[in-house]
């Protein structure tokens, strides 16, 4: 994109010619999450990812930026369907990726927007999303666009020293 055009790229929903662009744009999105202790194996998954992405395609789950004819980035989502009965139906935005080059420029903004437009367009009431506790650009980015704290995942590696970090078992005992 040219820093210089204030045009903004065009949101889509992605055809089925855009599933395999987008698959790989997704290994680029899932390697760069690994810097941010992903556990996520990009290569590996791509497969996998390019099926539930074709998923998505087929379901009005899928979006695309173009800038002229290119794909600069994409957002996968859907409407959450449990069996459990909540006060709120929530949208689920999956993954959202702009390449490199195009970042700083609106991308991520207009692919957002227009997920929470489709989001809301299909019964959503709020939308919910995961973002890596160290990626700090990815929360800014979501907290200047008014999203808050939801819930926060807490985890524990079970790996050698356990037996120092339990404290709680010694002292019960």
């Known amino acids: 994109m040219d820093p210089n055009d204030n045009s903004r790229p065009t949101i889509e929903r992605a055809t089925a010619d855009d599933v395999e662009t987008v698959a790989d744009l997704w290994v680029r999105l899932a390697r760069d999450q690994r810097r941010h202790d992903s556990y996520v194996h990009a290569d590996a998954n791509r497969e996998t990812m390019r099926d539930t992405l074709a998923a998505h395609q087929v379901n009005d789950g ?25 006060d709120a139906t929530r949208g689920v935005l999956s993954n959202i990726y702009v390449v490199p080059a195009a970042r700083g420029q609106g991308v991520g903004t207009a692919l957002l927007e227009a997920v929470e437009d489709e989001l809301a367009s299909q019964g959503a009431d709020v939308v919910v999303l995961e973002v890596m506790a160290r990626n700090e650009a990815a929360r800014r980015f979501y907290e200047r666009k008014g999203y808050e704290t939801f819930r926060v995942a807490m985890e524990r590696d079970l790996g050698d020293d356990r037996s120092e970090n339990d404290t709680h078992s010694k002292e019960d005992g």
């Open 62 to 86: 899928l979006l695309v930026a173009r800038d002229g004819g290119t794909v600069v980035g994409f957002a996968s989502f859907s409407v959450e369907r449990g069996s459990l009965q909540l």
